[in-house]
């Protein structure tokens, strides 16, 4: 266990709490704080898996990260269909790679590919979709589920703070003990209990597209 991975896993599990239990309700707000954190991700872990670079071990990695993340925040918070592109591309992404991961496929290009166009997949039918309320309750409850059980995990000392490399949900997969379906397995139990708590104190609730600069569309 690392000051890395205990700040790491505080950030990861505050986050992912709140984006799992509260995504929906207060998604004007911490629509760019998710965008910041998974672009950040994405970003430094591009550069790590194209580069053959540890994670966050140069300044190439922390640069690719921080642009990334706040290019996402602010295009989040000003434009309302970059947060629906944005909101599938990115869980999109985190199920790919993640699935790839669980697979025993590992770093490299390929894999990337895969994460790449599961993101547009997610994104184009998040668009054609037309971000109805039950789909963001969905992507929201999960993406901030896997998140909070990577945070407690990195917290325990059970996945280094380097595996965020391989993204959210493929982080799990160098957990200690060869755990990684067990913890998976946990993602998906918060992420129910996550929806099922969303859907039930978000009834009379809905996204308002005037509270964005440009609603767009």
């Known amino acids: 266990m ?7 896993g505080l950030i990861a599990l505050g986050i992912g709490l709140l984006f799992a239990f ?7 707000i911490l629509l760019p704080i998710w965008g910041f954190f998974a672009g950040f991700v994405i970003g430094a872990g591009a550069i790590t898996t194209l580069f053959g670079e540890q994670f966050l071990a140069t300044i190439t990695s922390w640069a690719a990260g921080l642009i990334v993340g706040i290019i996402f925040a602010a295009l989040s918070y000003l434009y309302y269909w970059f947060a629906v592109i944005f909101l599938g591309a990115a869980l999109g992404y985190m199920a790919g790679e993640g699935l790839m991961r669980l697979l025993g496929i590992g770093d490299g290009f390929f894999t990337f590919v895969v994460a790449l166009v599961a993101a547009i997949a997610f994104a184009l039918a998040f668009v054609f979709l037309r971000v109805p309320k039950y789909l963001v309750l969905v992507a929201t ?14 917290l325990l000392g ?6 965020l490399s391989r993204g959210i949900i493929g982080a799990l997969t160098v957990t200690q003990n060869n755990l990684s379906w067990i913890w998976a397995l946990g993602g998906l139990a918060l992420g129910v209990a996550a929806l099922l708590y969303q859907m039930r104190t978000s009834t009379s ?3 308002q597209y005037s509270e964005y600069r440009n609603p767009g569309m």
């Not at 509260?22 to 004007?28: A, D, M, P, S, V």
């Not at 409850?141 to 990195?154: E, H, K, L």
């Open 2 to 8: 690392t000051i890395e991975g205990i700040i790491g």
């Open 22 to 28: 509260y995504g929906f309700r207060l998604f004007i």
């Open 141 to 154: 409850a999960f993406s901030g589920a896997f998140a909070a059980i990577v945070g407690v995990a990195m």
């Open 158 to 163: 059970q996945v280094p703070y380097t595996a």
């Open 205 to 207: 609730d809905e996204i």
